[in-house]
């Protein structure tokens, strides 16, 4: 009857009414647990390189709204003297996305400072698309010119900053921070000879013939986009 198929499709209304309502209560327990929104999901790859649209002028309000205010969080940092600082992380959570950004001015988090990646697998890439894991022989190749560097430490780490020597990854236009990458020596370590790399707090030339095997014995440990207050972009 009539009445009877007017029940019908009331009933099957409120199925679909208490199903729509359970998909939007999960949606909401989803966020309250950290989950991440659709547009952090759906960033290109282009979001993810260094210096890419990063500059001293980027705040956490633009980190939030490019990458999701769930996936930005205030917390200490570290430092460029084995210490921490306030500052923001990126994806916490997530070594494929994680990047560590630092500030000038601490207290209110302004004039950005630099955005740091270092985790191996990460999605992160820098100029020319050198990641972590690129090898130095491949960083000297990518660069097409002699580079300098300071290193090896006690840490057998190493560091390049603002010293491409005009090479491809050196400032060009557009770019408003520097590019710059930390190396670090294989493992295991141990089975290298001391005089297979430079262990100094001077500049040594990525050419330095000293050192033939140094393009296979390191690799980038981080890349980093910085910024300098001297500098006007």
Same mark, same amino acid.
């Not at 009933?11 to 991440?36: E, K, P, Q, S």
């Given at each position: 009857? /009539? ?10 209304? $409120? ?6 309502? =359970? *998909?939007?209560?999960?949606?909401? +327990? ?5 989950? *991440? ?9 282009? /979001?993810? +390189? ?10 956490? &309000?633009?980190?939030?709204?490019? #990458?999701?205010?769930? $996936?930005?969080?205030? &917390?200490?940092?570290?430092? &460029? #003297? ?8 990126? #994806? ?6 994680? %990047?560590? +950004?630092? @500030? ?24 020319? =698309? ?12 990518? $660069?097409? &010119?002699?580079? !300098?560097?300071?290193? #090896?430490? %006690?840490?057998?780490?190493?560091? +390049?900053?603002?010293? !491409? $020597?005009?090479? /491809? ?9 520097? @590019? ?15 005089? %297979? ?28 986009? !910085? ?5 006007? !972009?």
């Amino acid at each position: 009857s /009539a009445r009877a198929a007017g029940e019908m499709d009331l009933t099957r209304a $409120n199925v679909m009414r208490r199903f729509l309502m =359970g *998909l939007g209560l999960c949606a909401i +327990v989803a966020c309250r647990h950290g989950g *991440l929104s659709p547009a952090a999901d759906a960033l290109p790859d282009s /979001a993810f +390189v260094l210096p890419g649209a990063f500059s001293e002028h980027t705040t956490v &309000a633009d980190l939030q709204a490019r #990458f999701g205010a769930p $996936n930005v969080k205030l &917390a200490d940092v570290p430092d &460029a #003297f084995s210490g921490t600082r306030p500052g923001v992380v990126l #994806f916490p959570d997530d070594p494929t996305r994680r %990047a560590y +950004v630092r @500030f000038y001015e601490q207290e209110t988090l302004h004039h950005l400072a630099s955005v740091t990646v270092n985790d191996a697998g990460s999605r992160w890439s820098g100029k020319l =698309g050198v990641k972590i894991g690129t090898s130095f022989a491949d960083l000297r190749q990518r $660069n097409g &010119a002699e580079f !300098w560097f300071i290193g #090896f430490d %006690a840490e057998h780490e190493a560091s +390049v900053r603002d010293a !491409w $020597n005009a090479g /491809a990854l050196d400032v060009t236009e557009g770019d408003q921070l520097y @590019f710059g990458v930390d190396l670090r020596l294989r493992e295991p370590v141990k089975d290298i000879s001391a005089t %297979a790399y430079p262990s100094s707090e001077e500049s040594i030339s990525s050419e330095d013939p000293r050192y033939p095997k140094l393009g296979e014995l390191a690799f980038v440990s981080a890349i980093t986009a !910085w910024s300098s207050l001297d500098d006007e !972009w």
